[in-house]
């Protein structure tokens, strides 16, 4: 049974910073690639980091890129996202999740495993 388990989250005030955890069992975590996600009130789950099964690849929705940083500890079954310069748009509920592939891909549709979520609110 794959279980992905989300920490980190928090309040904190615009400008500062987050590191997110998401903490991996039940499947060869190093075979795929993994994902965040978040979701605010009303509307649509969006894509915000993905790296592949290496981490050798990152991608970044253009909200984030140069803000936000994934990386993964395959020893450690551990994928992060650390944020910085939060913005109060960033408040959100942010999901880990893994995909069926060893590549990233952007929609949520291609992840069949998820995190409960961890709340992240950026007051301005």
């Known amino acids: 049974q794959v279980q992905l388990v989300e920490s980190g989250g928090g309040l904190v005030q615009a400008g500062g910073s987050l590191r997110l955890s998401c903490a991996a069992s039940?499947?060869?975590?190093?075979?795929?690639?993994m994902g965040w996600f978040r979701q605010a009130p009303g509307k649509e789950r969006e894509f915000v980091a993905g790296?592949?099964?290496?981490?050798?690849?990152?991608y970044y929705a253009d909200s984030v890129k140069g803000r936000f940083t994934i990386s993964r500890d395959n020893a450690k079954n551990t994928v992060y996202l650390q944020m910085n310069s939060l913005k109060p748009e960033d408040t959100a509920v942010y999901y880990c999740?893994?995909?069926?592939?060893?590549?990233?891909?952007?929609?949520?549709?291609?992840?069949?495993?998820w995190g409960q979520g961890t709340q992240v609110t950026v007051s301005s």
């Open positions: 999740a893994s995909s069926d592939t060893s590549w990233v891909l952007r929609p949520p549709s291609n992840y069949n495993y």
């Open positions: 039940g499947r060869t975590f190093s075979n795929y690639a």
């Open positions: 790296i592949n099964w290496s981490g050798g690849s990152t």
